[in-house]
T-cell receptor
């Protein structure tokens, strides 16, 4: 099994619908991230969490919300999806220590809003 | 703020060398480098901590100039397998969030 698992892997949804992307990890890491990837724009940070009670906005949080249900689970929601939220979404985890904070990525969720 | 990467794209022949640069407007605690193959997740290459260290494995190495808030990734004698998009990621302070640059697309041709 993968260390970081994202579901679904692909999703097509209609404008205005609510959708949730889920991420779970078996690494035991405290830090979890949601990134969005668009061609030419790299990986942009949406939200991040350093523990269950610590949730922070990233660079592009408007239109998104998150929930950290447990140390191992971090969900991203689009309350009312719009076409420009069509993108590849990645969840990532890393250790909270210093020095060895390598990020482990899930396989990504390709979201299309029509 | 996202770090800035340059160049945006590079095309090489097998055996040629390349340098990818990453710079930040803020003080950096660490710099990460990742490679992403098309349709796959980014994969960790190395991390450099402030102190000006240089790291490498195989023919890929990197340097980190803390004072200039810059890092460079060096690919020597490139192989076809080096093709992909390279991302630098930065942490401003120990235990802070990890933000990524826009990526550099590297294509190695036979």
């Amino acid at each position: 099994d993968a260390d970081v698992t994202q579901t679904p892997r692909n999703r097509i949804t209609k404008t205005g619908k609510r959708i949730m992307l889920e991420c779970s990890q078996t690494k035991g890491h405290d830090r979890m991230y949601w990134y969005r990837q668009d061609p030419g724009l790299g990986l942009r940070l949406i939200y991040y969490s350093f523990d269950v009670k610590d949730i922070n906005k990233g660079e592009i949080s408007d239109g998104y919300s998150v929930s950290r249900q447990a140390q191992a689970k971090f969900s991203l929601s689009l309350e009312s999806a719009i076409p420009n939220q069509t993108a590849l979404y990645f969840c990532a985890t890393s250790d909270l220590g210093t020095g060895n904070t390598e990020a482990f990525f899930g396989q990504g969720t390709r979201l299309t809003v029509v | 703020q996202q770090p800035v990467q340059s160049p945006q794209a590079v095309i090489l022949r097998e055996g040629e060398d390349a340098v990818i640069n990453c710079s930040s407007s803020k003080a950096l605690y660490s710099v990460h480098w990742y490679r992403q193959k098309h349709g796959e997740a980014p994969v960790f290459l190395m991390i450099l901590l402030k102190g000006g260290e240089q790291k490498g494995h195989d023919k890929i190495s990197a340097s980190f100039n803390e004072k200039k808030q810059q890092s460079s990734l060096y690919l020597t004698a490139s192989q076809l397998s080096y093709s992909g998009t390279y991302f630098c990621g930065t942490e401003n302070n120990a235990g802070n969030m990890l933000t990524f640059g826009g990526g550099t697309r590297l294509m190695v041709k036979p």
